[in-house]
Structures are given as C-alpha cells and as structure tokens.
Antibody, heavy 123, light 112 residues
Framework: QVQVQESGPGLLKPSETLSLKCTVSAYPLSSGFYWGWIRQAPGKGLEWIGSIYHSGSTFYNPSLKSRVTISVDTSKNQFSLKLSSVTAADTAVYYC????????????????WGKGTTVTVSS | QSVLTQPPSVSGAPGQRVTISCTGSSSNIGAGYDVNWYQQLPGTAPKLLIYVNNNRPSGVPDRFSGSRSGTSASLAITGLQAEDEADYYCQSYDSSLSGSWVFGGGTKLTVL
C-alpha cells in the first residue's frame, strides 16, 4: 500500500527558507504520476502549492511560483519542497500527496495523502 | 477568495440527505475538467471521497455520490450518519493564468 510521509523543521523565522521532504513507500517515484504539496493554514481551506512529475518537470501555483522549488530524488524515493522568504502567512500544515491522472492530461486527483507536518513561522 | 465556491456550512439530521454545491466558471468546471471531492475529519488529513466527478474509491460507502452540470458540481450524502461530520472540499483544474489545480473553500457538515 502506497504511503507518503512529510518531514522537516516545524519552526522557522521570517525570511528563512522552508524545506520539507516527502518520503514515498511501496511505490517507485520514477514509475509515474505527479507528486504534490498542499497546505492548510490554521482554520482555513486547502491550497495547492505545486507538483513534480516523475520525470522531474514541475508545475507551480502561480501565486507562489516566485518562491517555490520542488525537486525529486528518485534514489531516495523522496521529493522536496522549498519555499523561500517565509512570513507568518506561510504558517500552515503542509501535506504531500500522490496525484493520479483523470479524464484528460490536466485532470489530476490526490489519492494518497500524508498525515501532514505543521510549520510555524514566528520571530 | 477561492476559485471554486462552496457554502461554508450545511447541516442535517441523521438519516437525511444533504448536498454540498461547488460553483466554478468556464475556466474550470465549465470547461469540462474533472471535479474531485475530499473529506477531512477533524484533526486528520484530507481523504479522497469522489474522483473524476462521480467515482468512489474502494471503501467509500455508496451513500456518497458526485455529479456535475455546467459550471457546478454537487456532492450528495444520503442516510446521514454522525461519522460524516467533517469538512468537505471540491477540487478541479483551472486553465486561467498558467493553469493550476484549485480547491473550493470547504464546507463544514454538521450532523444535528
């Protein structure tokens, strides 16, 4: 059964760079699919951050694109998120997820989610 | 402001039927892109509930169903149970700007 699990520092200061990893179990990243990051600010809804295809091509939320980098390490079966110049507005639970293609090449849904990791930005 | 609009809350008594709407536009649902639904129980990660408009993953009861028409989609829950109390999110693809996957703002379902 495919599982994903987030890891990384839980506390950052403003202007620092957030770095998280997502470790995938029971499925080789290189075999296919998109792998994405989604976040949820306290008491708010879900926000898609960005995704990486198994080949390494990336797709970012236009509102975060200037600060986001997602990369993949197939040797470790992990993919990573970097978000630069964080502020208090980036405080959230960060989830990683596997994305499966739907009807068209643009339709993807998230079928496997991690439990999430809480990141707090505070001075 | 979410690209997909959901009512903030809905409620129903046990055994009743409730629906949650998800209203989009011509750049997402209206363009024919799939609508997916997620259930988030309190304090837990989201879980896929409906995919590709009206399909249920293994293990999801048939009390849950999805539909889509025009620029909107709906999630229906019949035979409401206390365990259904959760937040529900719709999700689709939006082709405006550079394109992105988008979520609705979420709907809190309260079982009375």
């Amino acid at each position: 059964q495919v599982q994903v699990q987030e890891s990384g520092p839980g506390l950052l200061k403003p202007s620092e760079t957030l770095s998280l990893k997502c470790t995938v179990s029971a499925y080789p990243l290189s075999s296919g699919f998109y792998w994405g990051w989604i976040r949820q600010a306290p008491g708010k809804g879900l926000e898609w951050i960005g995704s990486i295809y198994h080949s390494g091509s990336t797709f970012y939320n236009p509102s975060l694109k200037s600060r986001v980098t997602i990369s993949v390490d197939t040797s470790k079966n992990q993919f990573s998120l970097k978000l630069s110049s964080v502020t208090a507005a980036d405080t959230a639970v960060y989830y990683c997820a596997r994305q499966i293609v739907g009807t068209s090449g643009l339709d993807y849904y998230m079928d496997v989610w991690g439990k999430g990791t809480t990141v707090t930005v505070s001075s | 402001q979410s690209v997909l609009t959901q009512p903030p809350s809905v409620s129903g008594a046990p055994g009743q039927r409730v629906t949650i709407s998800c209203t989009g536009s011509s750049s997402n649902i209206g363009a024919g892109y799939d609508v997916n639904w997620y259930q988030q129980l309190p304090g837990t990660a989201p879980k896929l509930l409906i995919y590709v408009n009206n399909n249920r993953p293994s293990g999801v009861p048939d009390r849950f169903s999805g539909s889509r028409s025009g620029t909107s989609a709906s999630l229906a829950i019949t035979g409401l149970q206390a365990e259904d109390e959760a937040d529900y999110y719709c999700q689709s693809y939006d082709s405006s700007l550079s394109g992105s996957w988008v979520f609705g703002g979420g709907t809190k379902l309260t079982v009375l």
